[in-house]
Structures are given as structure tokens and as C-alpha cells.
């Protein structure tokens, strides 16, 4: 098989480029190693920045988006037992994102490709690329029991963070920049109301918790665990009693979470991580395969499609001129956005969490920070440009 632009992986950073090649009239083919179910169910990501929305929507996928996501103009941080509502409109020029899961953005990408666009294959799991500083490079993978060949004028590698395509760049011209968190995530699905209109982030003593949701009747909570901890240790009732400890209120003693079945438990462990250059040749990378922030700024999903957006600009612009101008500079372009979004993440998960052994110094550190946010539109407005999305 042959191809102008073969994608390694149907998440959204491969799916979405997909999309925006084939509005263009470039053709691909998308290689996904899972089967559709378990790429369409995968929990993830909740939150759009305005310009994936953008994307999402002139790339014809936005239209149950637009029906079923929920915009939001702010967040609410918790923090010494107290609220504080941060608004984005006013501190951002007008800006704001959108709850609409990851899943939902995928079923979406998914039916339009399968209806309309290049092929689309499933259990098809990529072994290795080979020829990347040729002309011709060549995909090396498995579909119904048998090796195959797709060659390309251009490999993307959109298989994430334990994806292959990583490893074709020859390991003396890559430099990984890596950082790992002493604590993890347990996060659930529950059949309950949203606990308030907006996101909760909250700083406690007993470690950070986040309430999200889904729908108007499905609620996502976070509850900081340390590393390795068995989900099946956190009962319902002990997650439940832990998310009211933590989002609990000096000024509504009485406030507690609306409870109901929790229908999913994992625990997610946290981690930093840049692979530069982010291409090498004809092979280039995009999403997680390049990079990863902890979940805390809601940045990977939205990074993902940024460098998707950034390089459908740019294979376009080859295909109709010949020239690879937008190609050579695309790893640049995208390496600011993603450092810029490393720091956010970072700092928004080194201010809210509680670190194993932290000293009483570094919580009044805290506490410090998150205090000036709630107190200076300058560091609330720093706060709300980074959440809602810099233009890089
Ligand atoms: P994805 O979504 O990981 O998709 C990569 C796809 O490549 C496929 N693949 C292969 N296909 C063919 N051959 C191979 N050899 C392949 N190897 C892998 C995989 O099956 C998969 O379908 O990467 P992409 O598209 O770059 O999208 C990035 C986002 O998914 C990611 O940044 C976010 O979901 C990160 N993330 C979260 N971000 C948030 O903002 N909030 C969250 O709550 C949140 N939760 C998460 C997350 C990432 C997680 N990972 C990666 C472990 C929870 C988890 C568990
Ligand atoms: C989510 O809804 O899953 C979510 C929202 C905000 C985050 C992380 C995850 O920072």
C-alpha cells in the first residue's frame, strides 16, 4: 500500500490530522493498533481549549460537540479551606475553554474518517519505520495475521507515549527531558451531579483533589494517591469521605459531594516529558509521542491537536507549492508551545499538590502562590492565558 502522508496511531493527534488532511485533499492512511472499542473508550482527557474548539469545529467535528459540551468561564481553586473563582474572560481577553471528553472528541473523528476519509485500520500494530532520511520511507505492520508495507512520502508518529515511531529517530540526535512525580492519580467515573458549574481544583493538607464531569448526570473526580496504589484499596465510601475532606469549606461546614455509583476506578501515574526534536528526515512527531505533562493544567489532549494543527498546515503547504519551508520549522514552532505548557503543568502541579515528606515550609510556599492568584489579577491573569491556551 502507498500513501502521501502515513499517521502511526488513531487518537486524536492522529485522527484530527487525518481530518484536516483529507479537508484538504491530501490523502493518509491511519494505522491504530487497538480495535475501535477500546480507542473509543479509553477515559482520558475533559477539557478544550478555544482553539482546539476552533479546530475542531472548521474541521467539521464540532457539531455535537457544540450540542453536547459544556463551555466554562472559569475555574474555582480550593485552598486553606476557602474558594476562590478565577475568571477567564476578563483575565484572557475573552477567552474560555470547553468540557467535552477526549472519548467523545475520538467517536467523533472516528465516524467522520470511517464515513468519508482515508482508510482507517484498526488491530493495526506498527512494528517499525524504516527509511526516514530517504525519499520513500516505509511503515512496517501487522493487520489480520500478516506483515505489511504501507510506504509514504511522510511518517507521523501520533502513537503516543509508548509508541515506536519515537525510536526511528536515531537515538544520537534525540534528547529526552523527563521529570516523574511522587504521586498519582486516582480518578473515577460517577453517576452523580456535577459537584459545582465549574472545575474544583483543590490544595489540602491531606494532597490535592479535582472535581470535573462529563454530562449534567455524570461527575469526574481526582484524588491524589501515592505511586502504586492498588485502586482497589480506595472503596467507594473511603473515595467519597476522602473528596469531602479535601474540597470541605470553612464557610459551608455543612457542604458534602452528591454521591452515586462510581462506575469506573483507575489509578494514573504523573510525568514530564520532552523528546527534541520532535523530527527527524521524513518522519516527524506529534502528541504524546513527543511529550507528556501531568494532567493538572489540562494541557496534553490540547497539545496534541496544536502540533496536528501546526503540521497539516504544513504538509499542505508542501503538497501545493513543493516547498518544506512550514516542515523544517515545525519542530521549532511546535518545542515553544510544548515548554511553555511543560512549565504551566508543572507549576500547576508542584503549587496544588502535596508532595510524600513535604516540609511546612514548602505548604506555606504554596499557599503563598495560590494567595496571589486569588489576590492579583496580574497572577490570575497569568493563570487563566496559560489554562485557556497561549497563541504560540
Ligand atoms: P494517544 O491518545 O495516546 O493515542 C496514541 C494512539 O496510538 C496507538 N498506538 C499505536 N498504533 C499503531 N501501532 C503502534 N505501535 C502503536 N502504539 C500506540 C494507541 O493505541 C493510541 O490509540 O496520544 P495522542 O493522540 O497524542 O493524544 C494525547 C492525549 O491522549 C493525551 O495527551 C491526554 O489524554 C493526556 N491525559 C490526560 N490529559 C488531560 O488533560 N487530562 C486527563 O485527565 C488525562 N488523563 C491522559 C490521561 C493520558 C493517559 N495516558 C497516556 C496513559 C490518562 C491517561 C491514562
Ligand atoms: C478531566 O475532566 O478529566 C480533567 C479536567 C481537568 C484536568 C484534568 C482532567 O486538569
Redesign the pocket.
Known amino acids: 500500500m502507498h500513501t502521501t502522508v502515513g499517521i502511526v496511531g488513531g487518537g486524536p493527534a492522529g485522527l484530527l490530522l487525518a481530518r484536516l488532511l483529507h479537508n484538504a485533499g491530501v490523502d493518509s492512511v491511519v494505522l491504530e493498533r487497538r480495535d475501535r472499542a477500546y480507542v473509543e473508550q479509553r477515559q482520558r482527557?475533559?477539557?478544550l481549549e478555544q482553539a482546539t474548539v476552533d479546530a475542531l469545529r472548521s474541521a467539521g467535528a464540532g457539531q455535537r460537540m457544540d450540542r453536547e459540551g459544556m463551555p466554562h468561564h472559569g475555574i474555582e481553586l480550593r485552598f486553606g479551606r476557602r474558594a476562590h473563582r478565577v475568571d477567564f474572560p476578563s483575565l484572557s481577553g475573552g477567552r474560555g475553554v470547553m468540557?467535552y471528553a477526549q472519548t467523545e472528541v475520538v467517536k467523533d473523528l472516528i465516524a467522520l474518517q470511517l464515513a468519508d476519509g482515508g482508510p482507517l485500520l484498526f488491530d493495526a500494530e506498527v512494528r517499525s519505520v524504516e527509511g526516514a532520511d530517504g525519499d520513500s520511507p516505509a511503515i512496517r505492520y501487522v493487520h489480520e495475521g500478516r506483515e505489511q508495507t504501507l510506504t509514504c512520502a511522510y511518517v507521523i508518529g501520533c502513537d503516543g507515549f509508548h509508541g515506536v515511531v519515537r525510536h526511528a529517530l536515531p537515538a544520537s540526535l534525540r534528547t529526552a527531558y523527563e521529570r516523574t512525580y511522587p504521586y498519582s492519580w486516582l480518578g473515577i467515573l460517577a453517576e452523580a451531579p456535577p459537584v459545582y458549574e465549574e472545575?474544583i481544583y483543590a490544595h489540602s493538607e491531606r494532597g490535592f483533589a479535582?472535581a470535573?464531569m462529563r454530562s449534567a448526570s455524570v461527575t469526574?473526580l481526582y484524588l491524589q494517591v501515592p505511586n502504586d496504589t492498588d485502586p482497589a484499596s480506595w472503596s467507594d465510601a473511603r473515595i467519597w469521605d476522602e473528596l469531602d475532606a479535601r474540597f470541605a469549606l470553612d464557610a459551608d461546614p455543612r457542604w458534602r459531594l452528591e454521591r452515586g455509583p462510581v462506575t469506573s476506578k483507575a489509578v494514573l501515574p504523573m510525568r514530564s516529558h520532552v523528546t527534541e526534536p520532535m523530527s527527524h528526515g521524513r518522519l516527524f512527531l506529534a502528541g504524546d509521542a513527543a511529550h507528556i505533562v501531568p494532567?493538572?493544567?489540562?494541557k496534553g489532549l490540547n497539545l496534541a491537536a496544536a502540533d496536528v494543527i501546526v503540521l497539516a498546515r504544513a504538509l499542505i503547504e508542501w503538497r501545493r507549492t513543493g516547498s518544506t519551508e512550514l516542515l523544517d520549522a515545525y519542530s521549532d514552532t511546535c518545542l515553544r508551545r510544548v515548554w511553555r505548557a511543560e512549565h504551566f503543568s508543572h507549576f500547576m502541579t508542584t503549587t496544588l499538590h502535596a508532595a510524600p515528606a513535604q516540609s511546612p515550609f514548602e505548604t506555606r510556599l504554596q499557599l503563598s502562590q495560590l494567595e496571589r492568584v486569588a489576590s492579583s489579577p496580574h497572577a490570575a491573569a497569568e493563570l487563566a492565558e496559560n489554562y485557556t491556551g497561549l497563541s504560540l
Not at 494532567?295 to 489540562?298: D, I, M
Open positions: 482527557a475533559g477539557i468540557v472545575l479535582l470535573s469526574r494532567p493538572t493544567g489540562a
